[in-house]
């Protein structure tokens, strides 16, 4: 089992920056990929950007240049630094885990971006 605790979200203007976190705990040591996603209200959830164990990333191609993530394997913890935000990047930011094919969720956080 893995357990994950968003932190970070707020309201934030357009341009604006925000960094999230996510903290691990539990069966750490078993984790592979990480993930961000985002929900905004009325649309489907979807892969903001996910890191391996070894440091390699991807992103979508909505936040590539403006979004960051970054894993600190010593303090188990992920980060999304987000940069130019925009009004559209609104939503409620969940961090994912895989771990021995079994995917974790933490409970989310949410993002506004407005004026």
């Known amino acids: 089992q893995v357990q994950l605790v968003e932190s970070g979200g707020g309201l934030v203007q357009p341009g604006g920056s925000l960094k999230l976190s996510c903290a691990a705990s539990g069966s750490i040591s078993s984790i592979s990929h990480m993930y961000w996603y985002r929900q905004a209200p009325g649309k489907q959830r979807e892969l903001v950007a996910d890191?391996?164990?070894?440091?390699?990333?991807t992103y979508a191609d909505s936040v590539e240049g403006r979004f960051t993530i970054a894993r600190d394997n010593a303090q188990n913890t992920v980060y999304l630094q987000m940069n130019s935000l925009k009004p559209e990047d609104t939503a409620v930011y969940y961090c994912?885990?895989?771990?021995?094919?079994?995917?974790?969720w933490g409970q989310g956080t949410q993002v506004t971006v407005s004026s």
């Open positions: 994912k885990a895989l771990s021995r094919g079994f995917g974790f």
């Open positions: 890191i391996t164990r070894g440091g390699s990333t």
